[in-house]
């Protein structure tokens, strides 16, 4: 079964870091552009950033440019979004997905798989 495992979410403190992982099973995160998604309650989703499968391009919202990374590691076949200096605005559940194609960093752009989800509380 091809399915994606987000973990790494939990509660910390303004100012602090999370490390969001993606472990990818039934397939190979190489040929897929990834993406990283969040919805915070009563909010619309929204893109957190997005690589192409060529890792040379690379997109991050305007509010975590600056504090987040995304990144792939081929060899484990695992993507991670690497949060640093949280705010309360960045609390939400965050989605980790795959897709084939691509695209503008939106939600109906990265849909061949998409995880579960992982909640991140910043407290303040």
């Known amino acids: 079964e091809e399915q994606l495992v987000e973990s790494g979410g939990g509660v910390v403190q303004t100012g602090g870091s999370l490390r969001l992982s993606c472990a990818a099973s039934?397939?190979?995160?190489?040929?897929?552009?990834i993406g990283w998604f969040r919805q915070a309650p009563g909010k619309e989703r929204e893109a957190v950033s997005c690589?192409?499968?060529?890792?040379?391009?690379?997109y991050y919202t305007s509010s975590a440019q600056g504090r987040f990374t995304i990144s792939r590691d081929k060899a484990k076949n695992t993507v991670y979004l690497q949060m640093n200096s949280l705010k309360p605005e960045d609390t939400g559940v965050y989605y980790c997905?795959?897709?084939?194609?691509?695209?503008?960093?939106?939600?109906?752009?990265?849909?061949?798989?998409r995880g579960q989800g992982t909640q991140v509380t910043v407290s303040s």
């Open positions: 690589m192409d499968r060529t890792e040379l391009s690379i």
């Open positions: 997905t795959a897709d084939r194609q691509g695209g503008p960093c939106m939600w109906r752009y990265f849909s061949t798989h």
């Open positions: 039934g397939f190979r995160f190489d040929d897929y552009s």
